[in-house]
Each structure stands twice: as C-alpha cells, then as structure tokens.
C-alpha cells in the first residue's frame, strides 16, 4: 500500500540580534510567506531500500539524488555537493530517532523551494523543520546537530508570526508577539546580491568579534522597544544605533556607511552582514524606491505586506 504525506515551512528573516542572538541577547524574527514544501511516497519493497530524492527551485530542477538504505550511500547524483550535505542532515536526524528510514520501503521525496536558492532565506532551516516533522524529532535539537548556529530560523519555520527567540542556558525561548508597524509601507528589503555562508559568518564572529554583557543587553533592549514603535524617525533612530553596536563588535563599517552613505533612507542589516538582504526604510512611494534601487544596480526588492507573514 503507497501511503503519501506532505509538510510544509517557512522561511525567515532577522530583524535585531544578528550574531548575539548565539549569546543569549533576544532577537526580533520574522517568518516570510514563501518556504518550502516537502511531500513524500512510501511504496513497501520486497528487496532492498532505497530513497530517491528530487529538489525543486523556483526556476526548475535544483538537484536530485539517489540513496541505499539503511547505509545511505549515494547511488546517483548531479550535485555531489549537495548529495553528501543532504547525506549528512538525514544521518543527524537518524542519531535523533534510530528508527527512520529503517524500514523496507522505497521512499521518494519531492521537495520545492519557494525562493532563490541565494537569497538566504532559509533554505536549510525549512528543509531541517520539514525532515523533523517527517521524523518526529525535535527540530531545535536537529538544527543544533546538524548545523549550529542559534536555530532562530527554525522557529520561524513553524511560527504564525513575528517571535521574540532568545537562547536561555542554550535552550531556545519563544514569545510570538505582535509587529506591524504603521509606517511598514516605507520598510523595504534589498538584496545586496552576494549570498553569505552562514557558517563563515559566525566562524569569523566567533574569532574576532569582541562584546561583553553590556552590548547584548544594548542589543536586547533595542529588540524590546522597536516593536512598540509607531514612528518612522524613532524606528530608524533604534536601527542606526542596532548597526552601531554591531559595527564596533565586528569592527567592521555598516552598510549604510559602504553602499548608501549619501542617501536619506537607514539601512539596517539581516543576519550575516555582508552581502545578503537588508532593510531600508524610504519615505516615497513603494514603486518610485524600486525604480531608484534598479538604477542603482539593486534589482531585488520586497515591499514589506509582499514579503512578511
């Protein structure tokens, strides 16, 4: 009998608290309406397993693979790359829960990504939140083994809106709150076109950077206010002094300081600082920002209502 299941997560964005946030300060999250979907056809086999796997982008086939099972060699591939990586998420989730993909089946997973595979989305944390609901195991705990990092982005996978995440003695907290700024017609997100390895990004932090207490309650206070604020002028005020902080711990200029220092609008960045996406607040008509962002050689940009949950 083939049986059929399908899941689906969110992808996220990181609004207060990049790099702190793996230090204990509180973050202000955002799921986004595009993710990822994962569906999956279970047919019982009378010889061996086996997993076949096919990804889809927005353009059309990313990769697909081919597994034995239980030992999960790769038999086909046209990304070796991305073969041993997905290789290496399904031999975490199997530590997790020794009992997956054990039994005699030919399994065959399809899943579809919503987004650009570099815009930095959340392309691993919705296939993370997608393989712990297959699994039945704790997504956080996943994350955490297969990945690191701080696993906000997992929450937002599963969350309904704007979170509050915090790591507490290493265990992640949530808080949904509420985040729907008045002024949210002149926020905007811009992709700066150069996708960053999120696993680089902390290396170097973890090296390099130099904080103590004071700047990750700065970072923590900032988080709690900004969703109270109903002024664009105090808003950027809050992300200017965000980028500040985080400019001296990286030692490192901000973006606003790099691409757009003779512009009106503020700049804050998302996640890792570099060359992914950032917001910029513009006090203009939406269509009007986008023309000036295409002139200026950034093509990619969201309204907020186009991208928020």
């Not at 299941?5 to 595009?34: C, D, F, N």
């Not at 150069?194 to 700047?215: H, P």
């Not at 109903?230 to 902080?245: C, D, G, P, S, V």
């Amino acid at each position: 009998m083939i049986s059929k299941q399908a899941w689906y997560s969110h992808g996220k964005l990181l609004i207060t608290g990049e790099y702190l946030v793996m230090e204990g300060a509180r973050a202000l999250a955002l799921p986004i309406k595009p993710g990822q979907f994962l569906s999956l056809k279970i047919s019982p086999v009378s010889g061996n397993s086996s997993l076949k796997w096919i990804a889809r982008k927005p353009e059309g086939l990313w990769f697909q693979a081919g597994f034995s099972l239980p030992d999960l060699d790769i038999t086909e591939t046209d990304n070796r790359v991305l073969a041993l990586h997905l290789k290496e998420l399904l031999q975490a989730t199997i530590r997790l829960n020794p009992g997956f993909l054990k039994a005699k089946n030919q399994y065959q997973v399809e899943t579809l990504l919503e987004f650009n595979t570099e815009f930095g989305f959340g392309s691993s944390s919705t296939l993370i939140s997608n393989l712990a609901f297959w699994a039945q195991v704790d997504p956080f705990e996943l994350q955490f083994s297969a990945l690191g990092g701080s696993a906000y982005d997992v929450a937002c996978a599963r969350a309904k809106g704007p979170v509050f995440y915090q790591l507490e003695n290493g265990k992640p907290q949530m808080e949904e709150v509420v985040f729907q700024p008045p002024f949210r017609e002149c926020l905007f997100f811009v992709y700066l076109g150069q996708k960053q390895r999120t696993s680089d990004s902390i290396k170097q932090f973890k090296q390099k950077a130099i904080f103590g207490k004071q700047e990750i309650q700065q970072i923590s206070a900032i988080t709690r206010e900004i969703i109270q604020v109903n002024e664009l002028a105090y808003f950027e005020r809050l992300i200017r002094e965000h980028e500040k902080i985080l400019s001296r711990i990286l030692n490192r200029p901000t973006v606003k300081e790099r691409l757009f220092a003779r512009d009106p609008f503020q700049v804050k960045s998302l996640g890792a600082w570099g060359g992914d996406f950032v917001m910029m607040t513009a006090d203009m008509p939406g269509e009007a920002f986008k023309r000036l962002m295409r002139k200026r050689g950034f093509p990619t940009v969201f309204a907020w209502d186009d991208l928020v949950l």
